[in-house]
């Protein structure tokens, strides 16, 4: 049986570290984007706000597929950082995280999570291309079926998470 997670959507939620790291994280889609991949950043922060990892999207330039940003910045952060620093940071991610970074997450014990667009307006933007569509679950669906209690704070700072993403699809 799992434990809920918390909602807290409101981009009012966001204390000042919340929303200079998530813009961090979106200042990363943006350097994805220019250097040829899909427009995704993520930041790992501590529970004193020390920075532990960020990365980019990087599938485009590696072929991986998994190279999503969150994963790459858990790759990061995980062979240097135990597990009690990783369960005590957020993640903040310029996008929702897909199911597979949701599982990352999970696997990592990080229990905080903060994202700006979320998964419906990726989709807008994505399209109806076979090749760009996502699981249709959200970060929330998966983190609510682990034993574990996540906070989630998400959408936030919407408009700013979304630029990268304008011309971005191929449809």
């Given amino acids: 049986m799992s434990l809920p997670t918390a909602f807290e959507a409101s981009p009012e939620t966001l204390d000042e570290r919340d929303a200079l790291y998530l813009r961090r994280a979106i200042a990363l889609s943006a350097q994805a984007r220019e250097r040829g991949n899909r427009p995704f ?12 990892a960020e990365a980019c999207n990087s599938n485009g330039e ?7 940003a969150e994963v790459n910045a858990l790759r990061l952060a ?3 950082h135990a597990r009690e620093v ?3 940071a957020t993640m903040y991610a310029s996008g929702e ?15 905080r999570v903060v994202f ?3 998964a419906e307006r990726l989709r807008d933007f994505r399209g109806d291309v076979a090749r760009q569509q996502d699981i249709a679950l959200s ?3 998966v983190f609510d079926a682990s034993p574990q209690r ?22």
């Fill in 41 to 52: 950043g993520a930041v790992i922060a501590d529970a004193r706000g020390r920075v532990l």
């Fill in 62 to 68: 590696s072929g991986d597929c998994t190279a999503h």
């Fill in 78 to 80: 995980a062979p240097s």
């Fill in 86 to 88: 990783l369960a005590g």
């Fill in 97 to 111: 995280p897909c199911v597979m970074c949701a599982g990352a997450i999970f696997w990592s014990g990080i229990r």
């Fill in 116 to 118: 700006g667009i979320d």
């Fill in 139 to 141: 970060c929330r669906d």
């Fill in 150 to 171: 996540f906070v989630v704070h998400g959408p936030c700072l919407v408009e700013e998470a979304a630029a990268p993403h304008q011309g971005a699809w191929a449809s």
